[in-house]
T-cell receptor
Framework: LAKTTQPISMDSYEGQEVNITCSHN???????ITWYQQFPSQGPRFIIQ???TKVTNEVASLFIPADRKSSTLSLPRVSLSDTAVYYC?????????????FGSGTKLNVKP | SAVISQKPSRDICQRGTSLTIQCQVD?????MFWYRQQPGQSLTLIAT?????????ESGFVIDKFPISRPNLTFSTLTVSNMSPEDSSIYLC?????????FGPGTRLTVT
């Protein structure tokens, strides 16, 4: 199982772009990269998922280099409500899906 | 998406007693998961519960302590048995639908 490494915490200010990088050196060929957001007293919420290059949705972008040993979650123009813990996970979501293990996560603190 | 509810949302229990947590999903799913999240920590996978088969437990978790039922494709229970203060945590159920994993709101358990 690919282990992920993320910064423990990050600070930002409202309106800034925030980039959170995750290392997953042992990612397997069939593994996808998935990011979750968790607010206090709530379960994690799916943000974005990708396999390679760049994926963008209405809330974030995910950048994955060619070697796939890392990924970067990009949050454009953060607001106070983006203060949360962000988790990076890797795993096979296809036929061989088994389970996801959570790493330590990155606690993002957005300041006014 | 998937709508997941858990009961109870929180409880305070005495040492030595047991608590059963219920997880209800709004539609049928094959794979359900139970996680534990201790205060200020990441999520730890307890077990995978597939309908029609015995639950598969992760290292460090045993059936006698955390028995799980999965009577149908929309429902599961997790029992925390013979509780001690170390069992004080948030317990979350999760389901896989398509490529995404969805989480319930969690059950906050305090053992005194």
């Amino acid at each position: 199982l690919a282990k992920t490494t993320q910064p423990i915490s990050m600070d930002s200010y409202e309106g800034q772009e925030v980039n959170i990088t995750c290392s997953h050196n042992n990612i397997a060929t069939n593994d996808y990269i998935t990011w979750y957001q968790q607010f206090p007293s709530q379960g994690p919420r799916f943000i974005i998922q990708g396999y390679k290059t760049k994926v963008t949705n209405e809330v974030a972008s995910l950048f994955i280099p060619a070697d796939r040993k890392s990924s970067t979650l990009s949050l454009p123009r953060v607001s106070l409500s983006d203060t949360a813990v962000y988790y990076c996970l890797v795993g096979d979501i296809g036929y061989n899906f088994n389970k996801f293990y959570f790493g330590s996560g990155t606690k993002l603190n957005v300041k006014p | 998406s998937a709508v997941i509810s858990q009961k109870p949302s929180r409880d305070i229990c005495q040492r030595g007693t047991s608590l059963t947590i219920q997880c209800q999903v709004d539609s049928q799913v094959t794979m359900m998961f139970w996680y534990r999240q201790q205060p200020g920590q990441s999520l730890t996978l307890i077990a995978t519960a597939n309908q029609g088969s015995e639950a598969t437990y992760e290292s460090g978790f045993v059936i006698d302590k955390f028995p799980i039922s999965r009577p149908n494709l929309t429902f599961s229970t997790l029992t925390v048995s013979n509780m001690s203060p170390e069992d004080s945590s948030i317990y979350l159920c999760s389901v896989l639908r398509g490529d995404e994993q969805y989480f319930g709101p969690g059950t906050r358990l305090t053992v005194t």
